[in-house]
């Protein structure tokens, strides 16, 4: 068999109902090829769900596990906290009033002074984060390829599980017909309920599989975001933060002279530039954090669903 599976080669599953086994009678069928017997499909089937839960599931919750490590590291408020406070800072600069004179001039000095040092702020709390995201981002490419195939194995051998399901369900319902005397009849019940255990237990593990696959496709897509915006930081809010940094820092010197108007011009293209880039970079934080929530809560859950498939 072979180890691993596209997931689009998984089609829904849809098993029967195990309720219905001993309702109604035997609908006459075509010939069948040999096949089985209900109970060494149900032994089959055992063992597979014990391979699963030895080697599988100790698998995912330890890359769930790694996942979590690599997410907690993920220091996302700090960032948005600086990208708001520039933000506003910038929106808030009152240029015109440089050059009234007196207490108008004086606020005007001091929102340029504000505005120069949450520049500086953002430029070292960036640059921490930029720093912190290349190593992060490899290790999260690795444990999503891990996670990847684990959920693709899974996913085969529930399939593979129920198969074996619908062939002992058949099985079953072929032998209901013929079988008169009470110990088959017996029989027949207790196949019954093993294969409604065995259904349940091949339900828990899709759900777990469900789970797994939703937290691998929110983790590619954040880390995906994650990477975009460190290059917004890198490419375009760092450069412009810069530059405006510059040209607020003569009008802060101790024998700074009323600012001149190309002087303020400076300011304005410089801050216009970077206003930009920054609501640019607060939406795609804004994306970040939901993707950052939810796949908070998917590795949750994927937590739980893994207890009692253990």
């Known amino acids: 068999m072979t180890d691993y599976l596209q997931d689009s080669a998984r089609p829904p599953l849809n098993p029967p109902p195990f309720s219905a086994w001993s309702a109604g009678p035997a609908m006459p069928e075509p010939p069948l090829a040999p096949r089985s017997s209900a109970a060494a499909l149900a032994s089959s089937l055992n063992e597979l769900l014990a391979g699963i839960a030895a080697r599988r599931i100790p698998h995912l919750d330890a890359l769930r596990i790694r ?72 290790v999260a490419r690795a444990v999503c390829m891990g996670l990847k195939l684990e959920s693709a194995a899974l996913a085969e051998r529930i399939l593979q599980g129920m198969r074996w399901l619908h062939e002992m369900e058949q099985d079953v319902i072929e032998r209901r017909g013929s079988a008169t005397a009470e110990v088959s009849q017996l029989a027949l019940r207790e196949l019954a309920r093993r294969g409604g255990v065995l259904q349940e237990r091949l339900h828990r593990m899709d759900r777990l599989c469900g789970h797994a696959r939703s937290a691998l496709e929110l983790a590619e897509q954040f880390y995906a975001l994650r990477s975009a915006l460190c290059e917004t930081l890198q490419r375009r809010v760092r450069p412009r933060s810069r530059r405006l940094h510059e040209v607020l820092r003569p009008l802060l010197g101790v024998d700074a002279k009323p600012p001149q108007p190309a002087e303020l011009m400076a300011v304005v293209d410089a801050r216009h530039d970077l206003e930009v880039v920054l609501t640019e970079a607060g939406a795609d934080m804004g994306r970040l954090r939901a993707y950052d929530r939810e796949l908070t809560v998917h590795l949750f859950e994927m937590g739980r669903a893994l207890q009692p498939a253990a």
């Open 67 to 138: 996942l979590q490590e690599v997410h907690a590291g993920t220091e996302l408020a700090e960032l948005q906290h600086c990208l708001k406070i520039v933000q506003d800072s910038a929106g808030g600069l009152d240029v015109l009033s440089a050059r009234a004179g007196g207490e108008a001039a004086d606020e005007f000095l001091r929102q340029v002074a504000a505005l120069a040092e949450n520049t500086h702020q953002l430029t070292l709390v960036g640059g921490s984060f930029l720093q912190r995201n290349q190593p992060v981002s490899s």
